[in-house]
């Protein structure tokens, strides 16, 4: 359940014009009272003889007792109060009790026999319109501070007693909620989501990874944005507004938004934070940290995602180990990985990123400040991402997709697990929600690589076979027998040998593997460690399958002349057992 409380206003019949009509969009059905200050207030919708104006005189009677120049200029106080989608229809006389809770809780009417007039609307299923008039039949002013949080702490209690969906507590980082207006626009427009919701994500992905305003606007003007900049006379940029070419106003002009509308980390003064180098890191030549400048040109989407493993991994012990300001600088760029991942992803996983993506965008802000600077690896990640292209979702694309968002899952998980630490409700059930998201598309991705994996790993002899048991057995005693029952074992037994031919030590590369970071989050341990042995012993992600190799090679024989005469097969084997 969810209480808002509006700008206060100065016209109570402009507002019961709004509320008894068929509103923005015609969303508006059957408005009527389901309660009121005295349980007698006329009702304009049901009483034939009542007025909207009747109901205003009522409300606005306590202005009467003031002089004109003590009335307030903006007496009119205004709540709505909304029920989860998944929540039951509830009756009017259940909104009606919710309406006298919130009067009482904000003040407004207490319960003294004093307090202030006010009426509750209902006009659909699922909320209440709450007007009253700010000045109490004692001709005091109401004590209606802070009454945002006291009706949110009561709306946490209603849905305790009447077992509604629970709302977690939030602390007033979270971006603006669209309107009822924007969702039914989009409802009609055949939306998914509202235009609001759209601009952010876009506005989002053109952030991560950008490393100057000029490749932020590029990226805006690539994705299809109508972009408005608000420039000083120095020429300086101070902000700026998007909008969809397709959603439009009532006189057919585009509807902008400014970024600071969209959330409050996507201002034009908090993106530029983002371009913040280390301040107690030497920069390198061209003005960029060390770290940045030092790394290989990206050569194309397998090597960009594993460069993103890598930084997620480092992200990860960071939030485990690192002070609170360094750690929300993570979880902050975290936010920018998935982005630049949704962005680049290919189709049979590009649902649950973007799900994953929008999910996550929650988790990156909280009253925690990040100490920007040192989150370059995953920022620079993430424009690697972004710059090497979409994925093909195969070979060592697929392959690599499923490693980094097999690390992916569990930074969602520590994101949440550290917010959860501090008591930050939303942001860890963000970070939970993205998780999951993360999951089902590891599964997507995986199923491919791992299913040519463990093909390989069925294929070895069985000597070979045993051996990598006896490790396994002797690198982790306490998982060995779990780890042998699951589907993800041969390919697990693979990845061992690969790390063998290619100079490792496979027992020393298991025990570090599962000392490093928990595995209790995980579907499949097998699956997990096939990703960190082959990400630490630098191993292909996709390693080549012999049957590819054998149908390749078929073909590449090359066929007969015309006329040439067929190949003696009898003499071919003969000269072979020779």
């Known amino acids: ?248 106003n009532k006189d057919g002009e585009p509807v902008f938004f400014s970024g600071s509308k969209l959330a409050p980390d996507l201002s034009l003064p908090r993106i530029r934070e983002r371009w913040t180098p280390p301040a107690d890191a030497a920069t390198a030549t061209d003005g960029s940290p060390p770290e940045v400048s030092a790394l290989p040109p990206v050569t194309g989407p397998a090597f960009a995602r594993r460069r993103a493993t ?67 690896a995953l920022r620079q990640a993430a424009r690697d991402l972004v710059h090497s292209g979409p994925a093909l979702g195969r070979g060592e694309d697929g392959a690599t997709t499923a490693m980094l968002i097999d690390m992916a899952f569990f930074l969602a998980i520590a994101a949440a697990n550290w917010h959860a630490k501090r008591h930050h409700a939303q942001q860890a059930q963000a970070a939970r929600q993205t998780a999951e998201h993360l999951r089902a598309a590891y599964q997507a991705a995986a199923m491919q690589p791992m299913a040519n994996l463990g093909q390989r790993g069925r294929r070895m002899p069985q000597p070979l076979r045993h051996r990598q048991v006896a490790i396994l057995r002797h690198a982790v005693p306490d998982l060995a027998e779990q780890i042998l029952t699951e589907p993800g074992w041969p390919a697990l037994a693979a990845t061992l040998a690969d790390a063998k031919d290619a100079g490792h030590d496979p027992a020393t590369l298991l025990t570090e593997a599962t000392r490093r970071r928990e595995l209790d989050t995980a579907t499949s341990i097998s699956d997990v460690l096939v990703w960190r042995l082959r990400r630490s012993a630098h191993l292909p992600a996709a390693p080549e399958n012999p049957q590819d190799k054998t149908t390749r090679d078929k073909r590449h024989v090359r066929s007969p002349a015309p006329g040439a005469q067929p190949p003696n097969r009898a003499a071919n084997g003969a000269a072979r057992r020779r």
Not at 35 to 51: E, Y
Not at 342 to 351: E, I, L, M, P, Y
């Open 1 to 248: 359940m969810i209480p808002r409380i509006h700008k206060q206003g100065s016209n109570t019949l402009g507002l019961l014009h709004y509320l008894y009509g068929k509103g923005t969009h015609e969303e508006h059905i059957d408005p009527h009272l389901v309660a009121s200050f005295d349980g007698m207030a006329p009702d304009p919708c049901r009483d034939p003889s009542a007025t909207k104006e009747d109901l205003q005189h009522l409300l606005d009677q306590p202005l009467a007792l003031l002089d004109a120049d003590q009335r307030p200029a903006k007496h009119v106080w205004h709540c709505s109060v909304r029920a989860a989608p998944d929540d039951p229809v509830l009756s009017d006389e259940q909104w009606g009790d919710i309406a006298r809770r919130m009067v009482a809780a904000t003040g407004i009417d207490p319960g003294d026999g004093a307090g202030c007039r006010w009426a509750a609307v209902r006009h659909a299923d699922d909320h209440i319109h709450i007007i009253a008039t700010l000045v109490r039949e004692d001709g005091r002013r109401p004590d209606h501070h802070r009454s945002g949080q006291r009706a949110q702490n009561e709306a946490r209690r209603i849905e305790k007693e009447l077992g509604l969906h629970q709302v977690t507590t939030g602390d007033g980082t979270a971006a603006r909620r669209p309107t009822s207006a924007e969702r039914h626009k989009a409802d009609r427009q055949g939306r998914q989501r509202t235009p609001r919701e759209e601009l952010r994500e876009t506005v989002r992905q053109a952030a991560a990874g950008a490393t100057s305003e000029e490749e932020f606007f590029d990226r805006l003007a690539s994705a299809g944005l109508l972009i408005r900049q608000r420039i000083a006379p120095s020429g300086d940029r101070l902000g700026y507004t998007v909008a969809l070419p397709g959603d439009r």
């Open 310 to 376: 890598a930084a997620t991994w480092q992200a990860l012990l960071i939030i485990d180990h690192g002070d609170d300001g360094t750690a929300a600088a993570q979880i902050t760029a975290a936010g920018e990985i998935f982005d630049a991942l949704a962005k680049t992803s290919a189709s049979h996983t590009r649902t649950e990123l973007r799900e994953a993506a929008f999910a996550f965008e929650r988790a990156t802000r909280s009253h925690i400040k990040a100490v920007r600077g040192h989150d370059h």
